[in-house]
């Protein structure tokens, strides 16, 4: 029986895809639920993505939810015209994935979460891989949550490397600085695995060629998917020796705490949108000699994740 319950909140583009795969084939990861959220795209669009790769994966009985479709401090959301040359237009690299003929949960996703909190609580795993907006609005709607999930790992952040959206702030945070501050301010065990340590997990089309080698329709799609991702990382001038595992990789510290070091680290992210450094994660001064409650990752074993993140897909593709 797998071990921990995990629930992924995805803005399912590229990366979000791998890491729906790795929960899936991993032994002792029970996914009893995706969140959908904004980001890589419209929520309406990345709910369909999440849908049809479970469909395709042979997974078509993990339920979808919808998220929010915008932040906490907005009406509307715009998909940034960098995310769709990362991730295609519909979001998975312009791939055709069939459509499942399944639908989103009546049931909204922020419900679900609040539910599974106290169903579930030590053995919750929370998985946010796109803005933290959901989150926010559960601890809004059922504060008590803070203290019964029993670990949220979310990929976001960047506390020793610049951001990727700005100097200062890494992409999945700057799209609800407010919400995210909340989470880190409340949320109690939590790990941030950001561009610290995902940046150095690189994937090229060497493991790809061997997704498409598997001979089966989900390889080739997969392997066509991160193809799209690996071309953009170079044609952008991110990285041309791959492309980054940012959110499968925090799905795999959520269950292998050992693929990564941490610094324990009471965090913020700044709100004031006038200091210029609006949507940084950073240690909270007024906490130093508080007792902590969250993590960043700071250094992650590269070579052995990759090899093992390779390893998951053969199967889960096979």
Do not use: C
């Not at 890589?40 to 369909?48: G, I, R």
């Not at 106290?118 to 796109?130: A, N, R, W």
């Not at 595992?245 to 709100?271: F, G, S």
């Amino acid at each position: 029986m797998p071990q921990y319950k995990m629930i992924l909140d995805l803005d399912t583009g590229i990366d979000d895809a791998l890491a729906l795969a790795y929960a899936i084939g991993h032994e002792d990861i029970d996914l009893i639920g995706i969140i959908a959220s904004y980001g890589n795209n419209l929520t309406s669009v990345t709910a369909q993505n999440s849908l049809n790769l479970l469909d395709l994966l042979g997974a078509s009985d993990v339920p979808v939810f919808y998220g929010a479709s915008h932040s906490i401090t907005t009406d509307d959301f715009s998909v940034m015209p960098v995310s769709k040359l990362i991730h295609g237009d519909n979001g998975v690299g312009d791939v055709d994935v069939p459509r499942s003929s399944r639908s989103v949960s009546e049931q909204s996703g922020i419900d679900f979460l609040i539910e599974a909190a106290h169903q579930y609580k030590d053995d919750l795993i929370y998985l946010p891989t796109g803005p933290l907006t959901n989150m926010a609005l559960a601890l809004q709607k059922d504060p008590s949550i803070a203290q019964l999930i029993g670990q949220t790992t979310l990929m976001g952040g960047a506390l020793t490397v610049p951001g990727n959206v700005t100097s200062l702030t890494e992409a999945n945070i700057s799209q609800d600085p407010e919400a995210a501050n909340q989470v880190f301010q409340e949320q109690k065990n939590l790990t941030m695995v950001g561009l610290d340590v995902t940046l150095r997990t690189l994937l090229t089309k060497k493991e790809t060629a061997a997704w498409r080698a598997t001979g089966t329709e989900k390889g080739k799609l997969y392997a066509d998917i991160m193809d799209f991702y690996i071309d953009a990382y170079k044609t952008l001038k991110i990285d041309e020796r791959g492309a980054a595992l940012h959110d499968p990789l925090a799905v795999a510290v959520a269950v292998q705490p050992d693929y990564i070091e941490t610094l324990d680290l009471n965090m913020k992210v700044t709100t004031d949108r006038f200091t210029g450094d609006y949507g940084r994660t950073i240690g909270d001064a007024k906490k130093l000699l508080d007792p902590t409650t969250s993590k960043a990752a700071v250094l992650v074993d590269q070579d052995r994740f990759v090899s093992d993140f390779q390893n998951m897909m053969l199967k889960v593709l096979k």
